[in-house]
């Protein structure tokens, strides 16, 4: 299995102020024919199911607001929130779908 | 629009059984690959099983091989057989696909 390895396991930022979350896969997931990274990234909170953020590595999915950002490439990726807000407490994972079966990170707790 | 709805959560006894529904709608259920996870209480999020789409390979998470067996059908429904049920197995369990979520179903397992 791939294994995701997230860094930091806790992180405590201000409110307005950057997070950043990284995230190392064991080999690439980059696919060359298709030009795309197999890396999605999740927002956890308590009582409630995973709510994707990212996938592809760097594509906001719908309705995700704007200060969410992803990016990297191959084995190495981030992400971003650029203006952290109170709703944003929670787990980040990252998860790879380069081959099965997917795999996530252990995690990123974010406090304000 | 793709739905995923759990069932078949309850409290059960150590050593005992359940099975786990998940019923899909709004996508090619034939063509997609699904997985089970699970969060126990003040823990983090562990995947415990996947099938593909054809149902001929499965992969399982060390904590529940040999005990949990994962399983599809023609009527769009995802199952997870769990037995010899332990403390440790008190968790909210999800089905997924991707970027896709049932809402849980909570199993708890106490005397």
């Known amino acids: 299995d791939i294994v995701m390895t997230q860094s930091p396991d806790s992180l405590a930022v201000s409110l307005g102020e950057r997070a950043t979350i990284n995230c190392k896969s064991s080999q690439s997931l980059f696919y060359s024919s298709n030009n795309k990274n197999y890396l999605a990234w999740y927002q956890h909170k308590p009582g409630q199911p995973p709510k994707l953020l990212i996938y592809w590595a760097s594509t906001r999915e719908s309705g995700v607001p704007d200060r969410f950002s992803g990016s990297g490439s191959g084995t190495d990726f981030t992400l971003t929130i650029s203006s952290l807000q109170a709703d944003d407490v929670a787990i980040y994972y990252c998860q790879q779908y380069y081959r099965s079966p997917d795999t996530f990170g252990q995690g990123t707790e974010l406090e304000i | 629009q793709v739905q995923l709805v759990e069932s078949g959560g309850d409290l059960v006894k150590p050593g005992g059984s359940l099975t786990l529904s998940c019923a899909v709608s709004?996508?090619?259920?034939?063509?997609?690959?699904f997985s089970w996870y699970r969060q126990s209480p003040g823990k983090r999020l562990e995947w415990v099983a996947y099938?593909?789409?054809?149902?001929?390979?499965m992969y399982y998470a060390d904590s529940v091989k040999g005990r949990f067996t994962i399983s599809r059908d023609n009527t769009k429904s995802l199952y997870l057989h769990m037995s010899s049920l332990r403390a440790d197995d008190t968790a909210v369990y999800y089905c997924s696909h991707l970027g896709y979520w049932g809402q849980g179903t909570r199993v708890t397992v106490s005397s």
């Open positions: 709004g996508l090619t259920f034939s063509d997609y690959y």
């Open positions: 099938i593909n789409s054809e149902a001929n390979n």
